[in-house]
């Protein structure tokens, strides 16, 4: 059956709401829009409230488009979101448009929402009302979504220790031992062990620097009464790793007959895993078993956007259903343990993981002059970046765990109390405890905040937009929300050369070796 495209006209006597089935549609606003909702691909993307009228500046540098969004609209030249879209009228009314499907997109252009699946129709839930009824309208839509997909928020969501913002990559088995010792009895429910271990990406199996295996790291977590969690990216190939040189055939393959390009990471090139194949997906499966098998209740699986990139599938298939379909695998082999989502697509993870992380990094600082202003990036590491799009991904709350990264105690020059607290709250208010600060490093008095925090269970409610009350404090999260001016003057300039830089794989290399090479910031305790 053919589905047309729809126009329709928002009017004071549309109803309330609808679903209506389109493989586009054109919604026609009775007033001009004076904001717009845009909501990013994948978990890193923006999502925010924006200026209706100038469309962001490009983000850059481009070569990070496939890691940090959905490639495929990064350049497009409306104001335009993955899903879903909302405005806000000159009456302070507001309209919204969702797919209740995968690959749609929507896109604001003047007076006329538009929304259209990339490949083939789906049903689109489509609702108006006062701004009042703002917060209802997107909890109704995401019931909708749990209808379709899935709810998964039966158990709370556990309290973790990450080890990412300690060491970063620079973990071996005698850090994690020593975290152990140092966390004491913290009511940590899980401790978990992330980039760092592996010996390339592709390859998910232990370096040198965990001499006893990830098995015997695993027992040493659980033997402190914790469950083990892990961080792998298992849809990222890497150039250098043994999948890669043996099955080239397994990775996506660009229109142009090359591989599809995930990102440069871990100091190389990645491709992204083509799971439609059964080979690879056999693979996949076998990843997953093993790790679990190692003793890992608790999966932190990243970068996965790579399996949802455009590109030609062993098995052709639109790419989200191809996202899903390799989401499908990985929920299957992993059984029970606990799969937290990261730096994937949003929607086609719904149903099939315990929780997604909605935001970017955190990172001890509040936000960065080059990568925000110059370079307009509100992807990259940084707590108001992340408090920004996790709070505007809140409604999701209803049918999955969301996770808006971890929150600091330890003081430390580059974030101030409130800008720590700010975050703290969103922690408390998304329902989902991370922590990632060495326990060593927490004076007698933050051990004691942190223990507070782990135990306590604050009442919190939302107030509107930005305010929230949180255990009968008011918490206003408007200091996060804006997004800087356009570069203009010099910054233009800067601009220029601070991309150009970007773009250059020598750059990043260089980079990534200075990185490298530089001693960790921190020390353990022994
Ligand atoms: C490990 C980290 C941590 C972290 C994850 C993820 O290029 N990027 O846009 C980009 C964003 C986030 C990122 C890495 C790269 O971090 O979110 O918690 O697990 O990987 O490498």
């Known amino acids: 059956m053919i589905i047309p495209r729809m126009d329709i006209l928002i009017t004071d006597s549309t109803p ?91 896109s604001l252009r003047g007076n006329r929402l538009q929304g259209w699946y990339e490949s083939g129709s789906g049903e689109w839930f489509i609702a108006s009302g006062a701004s009042g009824n703002e917060l209802e309208i997107f909890e109704q839509y995401a019931s909708l979504l749990g209808e ?22 620079e973990i071996n088995e005698k850090k994690i031992q020593g975290v152990l010792k140092s966390l004491g009895e913290l009511p940590f429910d899980v401790v978990q062990i992330d980039d760092g271990w592996q010996a390339a990406p592709g390859d998910w199996t232990p370096n040198q620097k965990f001499p006893n295996g990830m098995d015997g790291i695993a027992a040493d977590i659980r033997a402190t009464g914790r469950k083990a969690g892990l961080w792998l990216a ?62 890992y209740e608790y999966l932190k699986l990243d970068f996965l956007y790579a399996s949802g990139l ?12 191809a996202y899903r379909h390799t989401l499908e695998i990985m929920r299957r082999a992993a059984g029970d343990a606990y799969l937290l ?64 990264d971890v929150a600091y105690f330890h003081e430390s020059k580059s974030l101030t109390d409130e800008q720590r607290q700010l975050f703290q709250d969103l922690t408390e208010i998304c329902g989902f405890k991370a922590t990632s600060d060495l326990p060593s490093s927490w004076t007698e008095s933050e051990r004691g905040r942190v223990r507070e925090w782990l135990t306590r269970q604050r009442e919190s ?36 050369v601070v991309s150009w830089l ?18 960790a910031k921190t020390e353990v305790d022994e």
């Open 148 to 169: 379709r997909f899935g709810r998964a928020i039966a158990k709370p969501a556990p309290r973790v220790w990450c080890s990412w913002y300690s060491f970063y990559k």
């Open 502 to 519: 970007g773009e250059q794989l020598w750059a990043l290399k260089l980079w990534d070796w200075i990185l490298r090479t530089t001693p």
């Open 341 to 404: 989502v990261c730096g994937s697509p949003i929607i086609p993870s719904l149903g099939l993981c315990d929780a997604i992380r909605v935001g970017p990094d955190v990172a001890n600082s509040w936000d960065s002059r080059m990568y925000s202003y110059l370079l307009y990036n509100q992807t990259t590491p940084g707590v108001k970046n992340a408090i920004r799009t996790t709070l505007n991904r809140l409604w999701l709350k209803s049918i999955v765990h969301v996770d808006p």
């Open 461 to 496: 409610s939302r107030i509107d937009r930005t305010r929230f009350t949180v255990g009968g404090r008011s918490v206003d999260f408007r200091p996060a929300l804006d997004l800087p001016p356009r570069p203009s003057g010099f910054a233009v300039i800067e601009r220029a």
């Open 234 to 295: 298992p849809l990222c190939v890497g150039e250098t790793s043994s999948v890669y040189r043996d099955h080239p055939d397994w990775v996506l393959q660009g229109f142009d007959g090359k591989p599809v390009q995930a990102g440069f990471e871990w100091g190389g090139m990645t491709y992204a895993l083509d799971a439609t194949h059964p080979e690879a997906a056999k693979w996949l499966e076998n990843v997953i078993r093993t790790v679990v098998g190692w003793g």
């Open 16 to 106: 309330a709401s609808q679903i209506v089935p389109a493989s586009s549609l054109t919604l026609g606003l009775p007033r001009p829009p004076r904001a717009f909702y845009r909501h990013g691909w994948q978990s890193w993307s923006l999502a925010a409230w924006t200026d209706p009228v100038r469309e962001l500046p490009v983000m850059k540098p481009e070569i990070f488009h496939s890691r940090q969004t959905d490639p495929v609209y990064a350049k497009h030249p409306h104001p335009n979101g993955s899903w879903l879209g909302a405005v806000e009228l000159e009456d302070g009314n507001i309209v919204f448009l969702g797919a209740l499907g995968l690959e749609a997109h929507v």
């Open 310 to 321: 455009p590109g030609k599938r062993h098995v052709d298939m639109p790419r989200e259903a």
